[in-house]
């Protein structure tokens, strides 16, 4: 009896230990994995078959590019996000299990792969259109469909004309760039969000007037050669790049324009005259990034987040108004600008930030008394530091020119005054 009980406690760890042996061959070890704050952001692993980590919500850009190993990737129901080039060229990949969770897929993600070239003519990952493959003329989107991928039909030159349901609500970058021969596509106000270069390269773009506008509202491009222009009422969103290397001097935003996209007005070098939203709420990376002649720019009271870069390289930068409404201000979004000042309530998340990054800070345009407040008073102030009763600081100045015209006048006064009263100016 106990010959018996002490062979199949042998053959029991020799199981246990064939399948850790198995285990370690097989599939991957958590060590292959580089995760920050829940972004995958590499896998160093040699293994066929990868089970991504309970604490990856985003799989990173270029995470399992070029892996020549990997067969199979099953992914946790915790992933939303997968990045641009983040299976490119993963030349052994055939399958990808678990998507159900997926709500954004990036550029080129699959590009190269055999799961890829397997996938019908519509592929598509939990009501993603992920890629078009097919060689017809006319393309009908399906009502099941949300979101159209960055690059989901990039250069494609058979197709000619796309429908897309109303139930779309995202179209990709580059989702269509390069169709040399879209001559015709239908977009549905249901858009709320179209990417860089959605229609870079295509007959439909080169027919539109100077404003492109589609979707809800979206200025997708501008096109015309006039260096004021006046947009559309009613503007939304300006997209990304809508402005980019464009040669506008001034520009005015309608108040209804909310965000504005990544790199809109990059490198716009001659902009020297920008009127932002009352109504803008968020303000996406490299959006002036380069915009070498703007001086001055006042950010107002809904802004809640302005994220990387959005105003880096503006070199000539002094002065800038942020309102206590910002809830998020990345860290290098003034990189490169050697003499902006900040003007914010005191002790709010733009003071405060303004102070760790080492940035000259003044309380707000107009609160000329210091009192963190903008009221009648700071209008009477003005008035009294005019008629030279009370002795105007130099950091007075710089908080009575409401106008940023380097001077403070009776001008400055009065748009305190229309501000107060809640008039536009």
């Given at each position: 009896?106990?010959?018996?009980i002490l062979s ?14 198995l ?46 190993k990997?067969v ?23 399958s990808?299990?678990k998507?159900?969770?997926i ?43 949300n ?6 039909f990039q ?78 009422n ?10 980019e ?10 108040s ?10 990059q ?10 939203s009352?109504n803008?709420?968020f ?11 703007i ?31 910002l ?11 050697p ?45 009294k ?35 107060l ?5």
């Open positions: 009896m106990f010959k018996k199949f406690f042998i053959t029991a760890v020799l199981l246990v230990g064939g399948l850790r042996i285990e370690q061959r097989f599939f991957a070890d958590n060590s292959d994995f580089k995760i920050e704050n829940g972004i995958l952001l590499s896998y160093t692993g040699r293994e066929e078959s990868v089970i991504i980590p309970a604490s990856v919500y985003y799989i990173g850009d270029n995470a399992f590019s070029d892996n020549e990997i199979s990737v099953e992914l946790n129901e915790n992933v939303r996000y997968i990045g641009d080039n983040a299976f490119y060229n993963a030349t052994s990949l055939v990808v299990t998507t159900d969770s709500v954004s897929i990036g550029h080129n993600t699959f590009a190269k792969t055999p799961f890829l070239q397997n996938q019908e003519e519509l592929f598509i990952i939990n009501h993603i259109l992920v890629k078009y493959k097919g060689t017809n003329e006319e393309v009908y989107i399906p009502d099941h469909i979101s159209v991928a960055a690059g989901a250069g494609n030159e058979n197709i000619k004309r796309v429908i897309i349901h109303d139930n779309v609500t995202e179209i990709g970058k580059s989702s269509f760039e390069g169709c040399l021969n879209l001559q015709s596509i239908d977009i549905p106000k249901s858009v709320l969000t179209i990417g860089e270069d959605a229609f870079k390269n295509t007959l439909w773009l080169n027919r539109q007037n100077d404003f492109v506008v589609c979707g809800n509202h979206i200025l997708v491009l501008y096109k015309g050669n006039s260096d004021v222009p006046v947009l559309p009613g503007l939304l969103q300006i997209a990304p790049g809508a402005f290397n464009s040669k506008i001097k001034k520009i005015v935003l309608p209804t324009v909310y965000i504005i996209g990544k790199k809109a007005f490198n716009c070098i001659q902009l020297s005259s920008v009127t932002l009352k803008l709420v303000i996406d990376s490299c959006a002036f990034n380069g915009c070498a002649s001086k001055h720019i006042s950010v107002l009271n809904k802004a809640e987040k302005i994220s990387q870069n959005a105003f880096a390289n503006c070199v000539q930068l002094q002065q800038i108004s942020l309102p206590s409404s809830k998020s201000i990345a860290d290098n979004a003034f990189d490169a600008c003499y902006v000042k900040i003007f914010t309530k005191f002790n709010s998340i733009p003071w405060e930030w303004s102070e760790k990054n080492n940035i000259e800070t003044y309380h707000q345009k107009g609160d000329i008394n210091c009192d963190d407040k903008i009221n009648i008073k700071d209008a009477t102030y003005i008035q530091c005019l008629a030279k009763i009370i002795h105007m600081t130099d950091a007075m100045k710089l908080l009575g020119d409401v106008d940023f015209d380097g001077q403070v006048t009776i001008k400055d006064v009065t748009l305190l005054q229309k501000h009263a809640n008039f536009e100016v």
